[in-house]
């Protein structure tokens, strides 16, 4: 007897069967339509349509723990009961189909103990390599399925713009099922990628925060950078989502996304804070709050005091101590600050974040870069570095992002979905 992934990821809620009508999701009404207000995903509608994009199609699916119906089951579970789908392969992310993989790491090959379907790693992979794995893996479509956290460096985005051109490559189709931006997606932030900075933590010219969903992203890749070179491609909207709704306004469950992304606060926080990644500052991992707290062996009350002198909208920079049980500064006392968002229409995480930057390496002396420059990689150019490095504030900084981020929010315009 072979445990449900629903056990393995310890979430609430009976199964219940798939049922010929592939009806998913909790509080349903006779008639079958989920209850008002709550936010139907692309997957939900794709069931409802009886899979009628995905007939006579051999199916592989690029998803992970967060690829569930609104019931709390996994959506290979789902597809795989039901007869009208051909899954014949899983591939997974990042962190891996199961999510237990650290950052920077993956699960590998392996099958899938409910299913007994195989599981592809697409970490570390792009172009003809992945393109070779979609074509030993038989399928023909490949649905995308993966709940995103909205910052350009959460390399979900970035597994989907490889396998959309790897797809093209071998010659097969791409589903995209739509998630909501868990942050909103009411605006754009933040600087642009340069492209001499690509990397799989931004592999073309998008915003830090993009303020878009992963099929408006599709979208956007396929008309502004693939072109010709990307493939056969379908993308199924969420309804009922409106632009600016925050997670827990969806009615949908939440499921970290990665080890380090345990709630959707850390979504909110996680475009600004995760700057400290390319720091000497402990950016929270290997705490219980990791992206809502930043510090160091060394960091003072001074800090906070600091960082609230600034008067960032919708934010307030309380003093905090903790000890990472792993990741930088494991097992030292550090000070920083902890962030506590009261507004969240009025918080801008990378302003935050780059506020948190200025004033760091105002009060303590022990402030310095990772010696790889990857704050280059977070930001997208040297830019913010070395103007931090000048002295400048938060206003020059971001003053020096903004035509870039006006021209990119007129592309962003052409490939949105929702109101």
């Known amino acids: 007897m072979t445990l449900s992934r629903r056990g393995l990821l310890g979430l609430a809620g009976t199964a219940g069967a798939a049922g010929a009508a592939g009806a998913v999701g909790a509080g349903r009404r006779p008639d079958g339509s989920p209850p008002p207000g709550r936010v139907r995903t692309g997957f939900e509608r794709l069931a409802a349509d009886g899979y009628a994009e995905l007939a006579g199609r051999r199916v592989g699916v690029v998803t992970n723990p967060t690829g569930i119906t609104a019931d709390a089951r996994h959506v290979v579970d789902v597809m795989h009961a039901d007869e009208r789908v051909d899954l014949v392969a899983v591939f997974g992310p990042e962190h891996g189909f199961r999510g237990t993989a650290q950052a920077g790491g993956s699960e590998g090959a392996g099958r899938d103990p409910a299913t007994g379907l195989p599981v592809y790693d697409t970490y570390d992979r792009s172009g003809q390599r992945l393109a070779d794995l979609f074509t030993a893996a038989g399928i023909d479509t490949l649905v995308f399925d993966v709940q995103d956290v909205g910052a350009r460096f959460y390399t979900y985005v970035w597994t989907l713009y490889d396998c959309m051109r790897a797809a093209a490559l071998a010659g097969k189709a791409v589903v995209v099922l739509d998630r909501p931006n868990p942050v909103g997606g009411l605006r754009a932030a933040g600087p642009v990628l ?132 792993f990741s930088k500064h494991a097992g030292k006392v550090c000070g920083g600050v902890r962030l506590i968002v009261h507004d969240r229409e009025a918080f801008d995480p990378v302003r935050a974040g780059i506020g948190l930057l200025v004033t760091a390496r105002r009060v303590w002396s022990g402030f310095g870069w990772r010696p790889d420059r990857w704050i280059d990689r977070l930001t997208g150019s040297d830019r913010v570095r070395t103007l931090v490095d000048a002295g400048a504030g938060v206003d020059e900084v971001a003053g020096d992002w903004a035509a870039g981020l006006a021209r990119f929010a007129a592309v962003r315009e052409r490939y949105l979905l929702y109101p």
Do not use: K
């Not at 009922?240 to 009615?251: A, D, I, K, P």
């Not at 809502?292 to 909208?313: Q, T």
């Open 194 to 325: 340069q492209r001499p900075y690509a990397s799989f933590v931004g592999r073309e010219p998008i915003a830090l925060a993009h303020g878009m969903t992963v099929a408006e992203l599709a979208l956007l890749f396929h008309g502004e950078f693939l072109g010709s070179a990307g493939p056969r491609l379908r993308t199924v909207p969420m309804e009922g989502w409106r632009r600016g709704s925050f997670f827990g306004e969806t009615g949908l469950p939440w499921v970290p996304p990665s080890p380090n992304v345990p709630t959707p606060d850390t979504a909110l926080a996680y475009a600004g804070t995760c700057l400290f990644e390319g720091t000497t500052l402990s950016e929270g991992r290997g705490t219980t709050t990791p992206f809502e707290v930043v510090g160091a062996e060394g960091v003072d009350r001074r800090w906070a005091e600091v960082a609230n002198g600034l008067g960032l909208a919708g934010v307030w920079f309380r003093e905090a101590w903790f000890t990472p049980s």
